[in-house]
T-cell receptor, first 115, second 110 residues
Framework: AQSVTQLDSQVPVFEEAPVELRCNYSSSVSVYLFWYVQYPNQGLQLLLKYLSGSTLVKGINGFEAEFNKSQTSFHLRKPSVHISDTAEYFCAVSKTMNRDDKIIFGKGTRLHILP | ETGVTQSPTHLIKTRGQQVTLRCSSQSGHNTVSWYQQALGQGPQFIFQYYREEENGRGNFPPRFSGLQFPNYSSELNVNALELDDSALYLC?????????FGPGTRLTVL
């Protein structure tokens, strides 16, 4: 079975500062990894996904994540955050990219942007 | 092309009642998944429907049931509501791989 651990429930960061949101996963098989963002009172939006190939994945809104198989991590980074990045971020894992495979989510990290 | 829509946006029910939540898939998507997101938690998989048949289920009791219609829209039904059923319910539609999420229905059980 797969599981996801997001190490920080909340991360405060000043505007224009860099940020890293941490995610570790556990699985006995190869997995696909995702980061989703949830803005207040909205559904989930896919930020980026790792399927295979290059371990550095670039997503929307200037975010990127690095897959580290030896450390079973998939941390999300942004070099300079904006107030509009205030949201909840979810790391997720799936065994396959098939439509019928469920996605397992972490508990989320709330990103607070300080003025 | 319209995205995934859900109705209603908010709902208040009392314990023991029944509720039906609705989801319209993104155009052309034949698969719908439902998730429950309790406050402060990540979404948890409830079940999935593919071409009107249940195609996988998470760890939820039978009082959580669903339907998918020929136009691929879907319903989530919850019977005998409990206080712990209060949550944001998300549906996601897909065709081949990526799941696209709707804005959710926030259910409050009093």
């Amino acid at each position: 079975a797969q599981s996801v651990t997001q190490l920080d429930s909340q991360v405060p960061v000043f505007e224009e500062a860099p940020v890293e949101l941490r995610c570790n996963y556990s699985s006995s098989v190869s997995v696909y990894l995702f980061w989703y963002v949830q803005y207040p009172n909205q559904g989930l939006q896919l930020l980026l996904k790792y399927l295979s190939g290059s371990t550095l994945v670039k997503g929307i809104n200037g975010f990127e994540a690095e897959f580290n198989k030896s450390q079973t991590s998939f941390h999300l980074r942004k070099p300079s955050v904006h107030i509009s990045d205030t949201a909840e971020y979810f790391c997720a894992v799936s065994k396959t990219m098939n439509r019928d495979d469920k996605i397992i989510f972490g508990k989320g990290t709330r990103l607070h942007i300080l003025p | 092309e319209t995205g995934v829509t859900q109705s209603p946006t908010h709902l208040i029910k009392t314990r023991g009642q029944q509720v039906t939540l609705r989801c319209s898939s993104q155009s052309g998507h034949n698969t719908v998944s439902w998730y429950q997101q309790a406050l402060g938690q990540g979404p948890q998989f409830i079940f999935q429907y593919y071409r009107e048949e249940e195609n996988g289920r998470g760890n939820f009791p039978p009082r959580f049931s669903g339907l998918q219609f020929p136009n691929y829209s879907s319903e989530l039904n919850v019977n005998a509501l409990e206080l712990d059923d209060s949550a944001l319910y998300l549906c996601a539609s897909s065709l081949y791989d990526e799941q696209f999420f709707g804005p959710g229905t926030r259910l409050t059980v009093l």
